[in-house]
């Protein structure tokens, strides 16, 4: 942190600045992104040693308070959110396609991810509060609702969003 990324947040604020928009991926978190793999901290929060670095969330914890310190290491290390949840659907719940198309990308570092909850009308936060519905029509979902924030719908490498919503299970 105070060798590499500490020094690197301010080059990151100028590379955004320059670029006149906050939606931009800055060049300096490719560099820290490739130092960090280097380093073998990289995927720090997948509890799967094949996948990540095999740590507990105790273990994580730690790690995930001095990440919080700055704006971009987590990133750096390749554990920001909402990509550490969506890890933890596709590697628990993803079917094969799924990971190879989702996954793998997402642990690589090649692409980010979104996630879609926040509801204008409900306390959202708590997911029981949900409205938008998900309903099945042949080999198709529909979703029927409106989501009010999705957390890195705007980072450029975002390819992949995930969506909390709710179905009748009758």
């Not at 060798?3 to 955004?16: G, H, K, M, T």
């Not at 600045?17 to 997948?46: D, I, Q």
């Not at 409205?131 to 924030?149: A, C, F, M, P, T």
């Not at 980072?155 to 969003?161: F, G, M, Q």
């Amino acid at each position: 942190m105070d060798e590499r990324v500490y020094p690197a947040e301010v080059v990151w604020l100028e590379q955004v600045r320059a670029a006149g928009t906050p939606h931009v991926h800055a060049p300096v978190v490719e560099e820290l992104k490739a130092e960090a793999k280097a380093r073998g901290l990289w995927n720090l929060f997948l509890p799967d040693e094949e996948h990540g670095a095999g740590l507990t969330n105790c273990d994580y914890a730690p790690l995930a308070e001095d990440h919080g310190r700055t704006r971009i290491a987590s990133e750096a290390c390749n554990c920001s959110a909402p990509d550490t949840g969506t890890w933890r659907l596709l590697h628990q719940f993803g079917s094969e396609e799924q990971k190879r198309q989702w996954l793998e990308p997402l642990l690589e570092g090649e692409i980010r991810s979104s996630f879609a909850m926040t509801e204008p009308d409900v306390a959202s936060s708590d997911a029981t509060n949900i409205g938008l519905r998900i309903e099945r029509d042949g080999d198709s979902y529909v979703l029927n609702g409106r989501k009010w924030w999705t957390t890195n719908i705007y980072h450029p490498n975002c390819r992949i969003l995930i969506v909390m919503g709710k179905r009748d299970c009758a």
